[in-house]
Nanobody, 119 residues
Framework: VQLVESGGGLVQPGGSLRLSCAAS????????MGWYRQAPGKQRELVAR???????NYADSVKGRFTISRDNTEKTVYLQMNSLKPEDTAVYYC??????????????WGQGTLVTVSS
């Protein structure tokens, strides 16, 4: 199983970016999917999470600015980030709870994609 992220980059304050994370491999089912981030010198923190229902939850710092969504057919989770601030600068990691062939549900992580918000 692999999670491959895309969509990071450099953006000015107030700008927008859309992150994508596609799961691939011998996947039978996917439960929760989410995005975490880690800024330099800080611990990794939850940004947003979406269940299979789906229901969502967000960190207080991104509520009203970020939107998480998923496409179950494409096994992909998205993070639309608007009104970006310099404090949103971090490496963003995709996470998913996946049932793969020959195993039970396990947590998987992507390799991370860098988001830099700067003028």
């Amino acid at each position: 199983v692999q999670l491959v992220e895309s969509g990071g980059g450099l953006v000015q304050p107030g700008g927008s970016l859309r992150l994508s994370c596609a799961a691939s491999g011998s996947i039978i089912g996917i439960n929760d999917m989410g995005w975490y981030r880690q800024a330099p010198g800080k611990q990794r923190e939850l940004v947003a999470r979406i269940t299979s229902v789906p229901s969502t939850n967000y960190a207080d710092s991104v509520k009203g600015r970020f939107t998480i969504s998923r496409d179950n057919t494409e096994k992909t989770v998205y993070l639309q980030m608007n009104s970006l601030k310099p404090e949103d600068t971090a490496v963003y990691y995709c996470n998913a709870n996946i049932w793969a062939t020959g195993s039970s549900y396990q947590n998987y992580w992507g390799q991370g994609t860098l988001v830099t918000v700067s003028s």
